[in-house]
Every structure is written in structure tokens, then in C-alpha cells.
């Protein structure tokens, strides 16, 4: 966990990672002091790199809740400016996530009201219609939207972007068969199904050069269906990734509920352990870290006020063995930006415990 890492031009002190959370602080798409101090304490706190909460691209459809931060425009991107240079004087680094709600979002949610959901077949879930089915121009706008969107991003300082692919969001309902039933070369097979989002990582790449790096996040799951899966054996998941990397991603965010469980019968790897395995990329892991519920059910779903602390044994033990290079953690940095350094100094009883109440505050 405590090794350096080196990537490209990227180099982080250590393997862990502040995984991306929404937190809705940022009035008129707007990141402000409290968003710069927020991530600045955990660079003090020695995390390694930051990635920042999903912030909206440039189209008219990509935001889906409110107080959400946007990457575009004068205010938006100087407000990351700020972000950008609080973490480099704390000795850390940090990616912007770059994201696309599709159709999640609903009519009248800010910042224009009558924008539609976008989705590849107007469904927001299987057999449950919401917002437009995109034209082949609404793509070619997005993947034009992701490319500023890292050019801008590499031109006020940060040190990579995450694409954000997974959870359900504009890019996982192109993957996911059960949101994808075009017709055309947008849909149908896996290769056809990855097409946008590989259009999206070619023109990132385009945009910010060879040496700059480039994160994807993906998830087997979503929001719409927490059993939901995109491959359902080793060889559909190296049919998957094997494109990614070939148009351009550096690193691969595999984003599970639980890290410790096995992703396929016959393995105790996770998710990212076969991306890195079936790769050689290398990938970071996310899901639960330090505590013993996963967000869905220890946050959203559970009636307890808190969720029970976890030691990092086996998380030690998995990166020990390289089966994943990179560690996300969140809600338990969320809870506590100390938690890297009492993990380090072996001061795990001095943990704050994960309480949902630490949702409602930015601190």
C-alpha cells in the first residue's frame, strides 16, 4: 500500500487512492473553498492520488442531480484550479472523474431544466423508458464533450482523468445489454456495445497526448440492478478490455461493492484482479475498504446510524501478491481524512467509524 507508484509522468507516493464520491457542494456547478479544502486535507493526510467526485462534461444532458460540479466553462474550471493546486502543495495528485449521468437523469434537474435524459435506447433500465434515444450526432457531441473535457483538464495542472464508465451512468447503459438495443454499430454485439465508450477513450487520448494518463472506471453492477452483469466468464472479460487498452487506457478502476469477493467460480480473484491478470494493465481495486458494508446495504439500505469498522489484512495480503496495483478507498476517508496515516502508524482503534450522517457535511 505505502510504495510508490509510477505511471507515464505520474508518480504517487503510495498505491491508495481517494475513490470518487458525489457529495452535491457545488452551487451553480461551481467548486468553491470548501471543495478545495475538502480534498486538500486529504492530500495533507498522505493520500496518494485523488480522484474527484463525478463532474459533469459539457452537454446538455450529463448532469442528473443538483449542486453537482461541472467541468466546463470559465468559473467551473477555475474553481478545479484551485482544487488542482491545493493537492500539488500537499504532495499529492489528482484526476478529475469525468462523467455523463444519461438516463438517470430526469426533466427539471438543473443546470437547463428542459434538457431529456440521453441513453443509447431511451430506457433508463430494462423495459422502463426515460428521455431520447441518441442520434449518431448526440454521440459524436459526447465523445466531443469527453475530449475538451481532458484537454481541458490536463491544460489547469491535474495529473490524469477517470472516465467514468460504470454504475449505470451514459457510458455503462451503451454497454450494458439491458439498456442497449440499438440496431445499428452502436449495439448488438459486446464489440458493438463498447464501441462509444472506446470512441471516447480514442479522442481523450487524441486530446491529451501519449504520456498523460488515463483512467477508465467499470462495474459488473449498477444502480438499476445490483446483480447486473456485463461478462460472465474470464474470456467475455478479455473480449471487453482488450479494445480499452488498445484505444488508449492506462490504468483500469474495476468497481465492485466488496473487494474481497471473487469475481468469477474457481478463483478468489476480484474484478480488478482478473482486468490486471487478463491485461498486464495495471488497475486499482474498490469496495468496502475498512469497513464491513458495502455502500449499498451499509449505507443507503442499512437503519443503523453507523457501519462497523474492518481491518486491512486480506487488503494487504491481495496487494502484497500484486493481484491489483492501486487501492480506492471511500466512505472511510470520507468519515475520516486521517485514515491513511493511522492505518500507516497501525492506530486502527483511532478510526472514526463511517456515519451516514458525515453525508450531509463537507469536512
Do not use: C
Request: proline share 6%; no cysteine.
Amino acid at each position: 500500500m505505502f510504495e510508490p507508484f509510477e505511471i507515464h509522468n505520474l508518480k504517487l507516493r503510495n498505491r491508495v487512492a481517494m475513490a470518487p464520491m458525489t457529495r452535491n457542494f457545488s452551487p451553480n456547478g461551481v467548486p468553491g473553498e470548501n471543495v478545495v479544502d475538502y480534498y486538500r486535507r486529504r492530500a495533507e493526510a498522505g493520500v496518494g492520488m485523488i480522484i474527484t467526485e463525478g463532474t459533469t462534461v459539457n452537454h446538455p444532458g450529463a448532469n442528473g442531480y443538483p449542486n453537482v460540479p461541472a467541468f466546463h466553462g470559465e468559473e467551473a474550471l477555475a474553481g478545479w484550479k484551485k482544487v488542482v493546486d491545493a493537492v500539488h502543495e500537499a504532495g499529492g495528485t489528482i484526476f478529475p472523474q469525468l462523467w455523463h449521468v444519461g438516463a438517470v437523469r430526469k426533466e427539471g434537474t438543473e443546470p437547463d431544466p428542459s434538457a431529456p435524459g440521453y441513453s443509447p435506447s431511451g430506457l433508463f433500465a430494462p423495459g422502463k423508458p426515460n428521455g431520447k434515444a441518441m442520434t449518431k450526432e448526440d454521440i459524436q457531441d459526447v465523445i466531443k464533450a469527453f475530449g475538451d473535457a481532458a484537454q481541458d483538464a490536463k491544460a489547469i495542472g491535474f495529473d490524469g482523468v477517470e472516465i467514468h464508465g460504470a454504475h449505470g451512468y451514459l457510458l455503462d447503459q451503451f454497454l450494458w445489454e439491458g439498456t442497449n438495443q440499438r440496431d445499428d454499430e452502436y449495439g448488438g454485439s459486446l464489440e458493438n456495445r463498447l464501441r462509444f465508450v472506446v470512441e471516447i477513450v480514442e479522442e481523450v487520448r487524441h486530446r491529451v497526448g501519449p504520456d498523460f494518463p488515463v483512467m477508465l472506471r467499470f462495474s459488473q453492477w449498477k444502480q438499476q440492478d445490483y446483480e447486473a452483469k456485463l461478462v460472465n466468464s474470464p474470456e467475455e472479460l478479455e473480449r471487453f478490455l482488450k479494445p480499452l487498452v488498445e484505444a488508449g487506457v492506462d490504468i483500469f478502476h474495476a468497481s465492485t461493492r466488496r473487494f474481497w469477493e471473487p469475481e468469477f467460480e474457481g478463483s478468489d480473484l476480484n474484478l480488478a484482479g482478473w482486468t490486471q491478470k487478463l491485461t498486464g494493465v495495471p488497475t486499482m481495486s474498490v469496495g468496502s475498504v475498512g469497513l464491513t458494508e458495502d455502500f449499498i446495504s451499509g449505507t443507503f439500505a442499512s437503519k443503523k446510524d453507523a457501519v462497523e469498522k474492518a481491518g486491512i489484512d486480506e487488503l494487504v495480503e491481495r496487494m502484497n501478491n500484486h493481484e491489483f496495483e492501486l487501492i480506492a478507498v471511500g466512505r472511510a476517508l470520507l468519515q475520516d481524512p486521517e485514515w491513511l496515516v493511522k492505518v500507516k502508524e497501525g492506530r486502527l482503534d483511532e478510526v472514526d467509524s463511517f456515519a451516514k450522517k458525515s453525508l450531509t457535511k463537507l469536512y
